[in-house]
């Protein structure tokens, strides 16, 4: 991937938008457990940063995937994950579909005031008892004249108490129940009679990000919220999944390489024995050898954008930069915490955030075991 003076303009923009108006508040907003999406993403809006690949006629850039990629590096360099997990939702999770499929009215209405940062969004899949299995979910829509009622509970939801609307996955012909068929992608409105936040869930990790459970009781909607084509949602969401998992894959990978440069430089500062902790081979070696995994991961990553932005379909690369960047950083944040030894215990300590956060990859978006059967039946395996 060949990178512009345009494009490193932007990465300055990015940069000193993190540095200045996210780094410094990242411990309050830990703490409080939430971080105020209202007042942050209007000066994401402001750079350009929430709509890089969207059409400009609804407020979006026009710019190529890379521009994406650039993002993603310098929101991996926030000094949490859950913000960064917060704004992906924004601009590659929950606004895809909308802006492939969308009607103009909706685009007007939903994509284009969530791209200057005025809505916040969330996407709505996964449930109390269907997480990974998407073709398991419940909630229902069920047709009165020109409307949606819509009745169910939705789980994990990133920005759930904040989202002005939702991207949200309904079962719209129960036909053919526990099936991938009949399902839809509506936009629901948070202002609509009959939403409400169930409770908000305390997290191991991603503190600052909000996640909530969702109750929709009859909530009704027009059937024009309706995304593209109805009947086509779990097509169109497994679609977006690819983009939430590659974005998701790079700002992990950025994470990884920003946490060990600050494990490097402390076994630096750190004597003992009579000399930095760094002189010992054995940390260096083990060092060398994960930013030699971030390395070829990152070239797995810039090979797998490469083919987004040829038009291919890149289920098999999302899918295998998940799974592999889940598990480096897992790798990574183990041995950053092992390094610092008790001070890596300690939660006044930037590493044990790190630990914490760097679980969710291989959770999230799909668990790692979700993955692993993705590419066995990409490979022809586990066939009847």
Same mark, same amino acid.
């Given at each position: 991937?060949?990178?512009?003076?345009?494009?490193?303009?932007?990465?300055?923009?990015?940069?000193?938008?993190?540095?200045?108006?996210?780094?410094?508040?990242?411990?309050?907003? &830990?703490?409080?457990?939430?971080?105020?999406?209202?007042?942050?993403?209007?000066?994401?809006?402001?750079?350009?940063?929430?709509?890089?690949?969207?059409?400009?006629?609804?407020?979006?850039?026009?710019?190529?995937?890379?521009?994406?990629?650039?993002?993603?590096?310098?929101?991996?360099?926030?000094?949490?994950?859950?913000?960064?997990?917060?704004?992906?939702?924004? !601009?590659?999770?929950?606004?895809?579909?909308?802006?492939?499929?969308?009607?103009?009215?909706?685009?007007?209405?939903?994509?284009?005031?969530?791209?200057? @940062?005025?809505?916040?969004?969330?996407?709505?899949?996964? &449930?109390?008892?269907?997480?990974?299995?998407?073709?398991?979910?419940?909630?229902?829509?069920?047709?009165?004249?020109?409307?949606?009622?819509? %009745?169910?509970?939705?789980?994990?939801?990133?920005?759930?108490?904040?989202?002005?609307?939702?991207?949200?996955?309904?079962?719209?012909?129960?036909?053919?129940?526990?099936?991938?068929?009949?399902?839809?992608?509506?936009?629901?409105? !948070?202002?609509?009679?009959?939403?409400?936040?169930?409770?908000?869930?305390?997290?191991? #990790?991603?503190?600052?990000?909000?996640?909530?459970?969702?109750?929709?009781?009859?909530?009704?909607?027009?059937?024009?919220?309706?995304?593209?084509?109805? #009947?086509? @949602?779990?097509?169109?969401?497994?679609?977006?999944?690819?983009?939430?998992?590659?974005?998701?894959?790079?700002?992990?990978?950025?994470?990884?390489?920003?946490?060990?440069?600050? !494990?490097?430089?402390?076994?630096?500062?750190?004597?003992?024995?009579?000399?930095?902790?760094?002189?010992?081979?054995?940390?260096?070696?083990?060092?060398?050898?994960?930013?030699?995994?971030?390395?070829?991961?990152? @070239?797995?990553?810039?090979?797998?954008?490469?083919?987004?932005?040829? #038009?291919?379909?890149? !289920?098999? &690369?999302?899918?295998?930069?998940?799974?592999?960047?889940?598990?480096?950083?897992?790798?990574?944040?183990? %041995?950053?915490?092992?390094?610092? #030894?008790?001070?890596?215990?300690?939660? &006044?300590?930037?590493?044990?955030?790190?630990?914490?956060?760097?679980?969710?990859?291989?959770?999230?978006?799909?668990?790692?075991?979700?993955?692993?059967?993705?590419?066995?039946?990409?490979?022809?395996?586990?066939?009847?």
């Amino acid at each position: 991937m060949q990178f512009t003076e345009e494009h490193e303009h932007f990465r300055k923009s990015v940069r000193r938008l993190v540095d200045e108006e996210i780094n410094p508040y990242v411990d309050e907003w &830990e703490e409080a457990g939430i971080f105020p999406a209202h007042e942050l993403f209007p000066k994401l809006g402001e750079i350009g940063a929430l709509g890089l690949e969207y059409d400009p006629e609804f407020g979006g850039g026009g710019a190529d995937h890379s521009f994406t990629y650039v993002l993603a590096q310098e929101l991996g360099r926030i000094d949490c994950a859950g913000v960064p997990m917060a704004i992906a939702v924004e !601009t590659s999770m929950a606004t895809p579909a909308l802006a492939r499929y969308g009607s103009d009215e909706l685009k007007r209405t939903y994509l284009e005031p969530t791209l200057r @940062g005025d809505m916040v969004c969330s996407i709505a899949v996964s &449930e109390p008892d269907a997480g990974s299995d998407v073709a398991g979910i419940r909630t229902r829509a069920v047709r009165d004249g020109d409307d949606w009622v819509i %009745t169910g509970r939705k789980m994990w939801i990133t920005n759930g108490t904040q989202a002005d609307w939702l991207c949200l996955l309904a079962r719209t012909d129960d036909s053919q129940p526990g099936d991938y068929h009949g399902m839809s992608l509506i936009i629901v409105p !948070t202002t609509t009679p009959g939403f409400s936040v169930g409770r908000k869930i305390e997290k191991m #990790g991603n503190r600052s990000s909000d996640t909530a459970e969702i109750v929709l009781d009859e909530v009704r909607v027009p059937v024009t919220n309706t995304i593209g084509e109805e #009947g086509r @949602g779990f097509q169109q969401q497994m679609a977006q999944f690819q983009d939430e998992r590659l974005v998701g894959a790079y700002i992990a990978l950025a994470g990884a390489r920003k946490a060990l440069d600050r !494990t490097k430089d402390y076994l630096q500062q750190r004597v003992a024995f009579g000399k930095p902790l760094l002189a010992n081979q054995h940390l260096q070696y083990r060092l060398a050898e994960l930013y030699a995994d971030v390395d070829l991961i990152d @070239g797995f990553l810039q090979h797998a954008a490469d083919r987004y932005l040829a #038009g291919h379909d890149v !289920t098999r &690369e999302a899918t295998v930069a998940k799974l592999k960047t889940g598990r480096m950083t897992r790798e990574v944040a183990d %041995t950053c915490v092992q390094y610092h #030894g008790g001070m890596g215990y300690a939660e &006044e300590m930037w590493v044990a955030r790190y630990f914490r956060d760097s679980r969710l990859m291989s959770i999230g978006g799909g668990a790692d075991e979700v993955m692993l059967r993705v590419i066995t039946m990409l490979e022809g395996m586990g066939k009847k």
